[in-house]
């Protein structure tokens, strides 16, 4: 790996790096992006586990989702950045004197390393009767369902797009047995031209659905995100 420096003398902190024996230019270039992307910095200067972190971040600003007292359910949670916000956004750990204090469980395929504040589970939550292992867990329904899951890529850039619109289907499903009238349903999709039987299903259940590309998605990604707001019960 090489640093460039300015004619002002001043470094430029771009990182440059070398291709490799044995190693993929697509995965040169990916570890490039990452060596450069502020979003991953910030994320290791400030403890989050990954700069996925920034975009719940950045969706709770603007629709304020995340309030101390939620009851948060975080679908496909590891590695747990989104889990780490809510616990600190909806006082899990009641730090906030004078506040509610919230809960936040997440549950995954794979075990998720402790997060503090947080009630971790590996589940599928496609299995029969996740919603009321869910629900008892929780102690009541759920403020809050959010999910930043994506299915394996297949290569095949239609094909990517329909399974993960499939998956936020059935997350929106999963939402509509747990979630508390009022409720918000937050969820990664695709662009690509099949999404609109999701817009319809949440349309029929929220009083607000908007789509929404946060700051911390790179330009390049087709991904989005959906917020649904005021479940309907």
């Not at 790096?17 to 490039?32: C, I, N, P, Q």
């Not at 709770?60 to 975080?74: I, K, N, Q, S, T």
């Not at 395929?109 to 589970?121: C, D, K, N």
């Not at 994506?150 to 997350?171: F, M, N, P, V, Y």
Request: charged content about 30%; some cysteine.
């Amino acid at each position: 790996m090489t640093k460039k420096t300015s004619g002002r003398g001043q470094r430029d902190l771009r990182v440059k790096v070398k291709t490799a024996r044995g190693r993929k230019l697509s995965s040169t270039r990916w570890l490039e992006r990452q060596l450069n992307d502020p979003y991953v910095k910030r994320a290791q200067a400030e403890g989050y586990r990954g700069r996925a972190a920034f975009k719940i971040l950045e969706l709770d600003d603007r629709y304020r989702f995340l309030v101390p007292g939620a009851r948060v359910v975080d679908l496909g949670c590891a590695p747990g950045g989104w889990c780490q916000v809510a616990v600190k956004r909806v006082n899990a750990l009641g730090e906030k004197q004078g506040k509610a204090v919230g809960t936040v469980l997440g549950i995954d395929l794979q075990e998720v390393e402790p997060i503090s504040g947080a009630e971790l589970y590996q589940l599928d939550f496609l299995d029969d009767g996740a919603d009321e292992k869910v629900k008892d867990w929780l102690g009541g329904n759920a403020d809050v369902v959010m999910s930043d899951m994506a299915a394996a890529s297949s290569g095949h850039k239609q094909t990517d797009h329909l399974r993960i619109i499939a998956l936020c289907e059935a997350a929106a499903e999963f939402a509509f047995d747990v979630l508390d009238e009022g409720g918000t349903f937050v969820a990664k999709v695709l662009a690509g031209g099949a999404e609109g039987s999701l817009q319809t299903l949440l349309k029929q259940r929220f009083d607000k659905v908007a789509n929404v590309k946060p700051p911390a998605s790179r330009s390049d990604s087709s991904e989005k995100f959906v917020v649904a707001t005021g479940f309907r019960g």
